[in-house]
């Protein structure tokens, strides 16, 4: 059961955050669930911000990383109605690295979502991935991270 694996993983799902932009946080097309990049905000407001290599370690991306997959997992449970257990497959995720130009770890970075979205559904949480270095992210954050989902 997803709820039990949250509660062993001590994952406190917060409220869904609004976009922060002309954009929806998610879309359901036929049995796919699009879930707009999510930011590494933390339940009271705080977003992870700084460019990693810069003024934030490996170790704080991968913080920021883990949050931004506990909001893609707070919009997933709000599109589904408050039932989590309607995802049958997380298909991919593509995470963005603010990072400095020699900064080649973006990949250690995603690591902890990866393993989140493994530890929370299982072999359905395993998935195709990117983990992309960029130079900038909105609103000044860490990581940007956004999945696709099969569901029910």
Partial sequence: MIS????KLNIDLPKAPEPVG???AYKIISNLLYISGQLPIESDGKIIKGKIGK???????QKASKLCVINILSQA???MGGDLNKIKNCIKITGFVNSTDDFTDQ???INPASETLSAVFGNKGKHARAAISTNSLPLGAAVEIDAIFEVD
């Fill in 77 to 79: 449970k709000k599109a």
């Fill in 4 to 7: 039990d694996n949250l509660k």
């Fill in 55 to 61: 003024n934030l370690t490996l170790e704080d991306g």
């Fill in 22 to 24: 002309a954009y929806v």
């Fill in 107 to 109: 990949p250690k970075v």
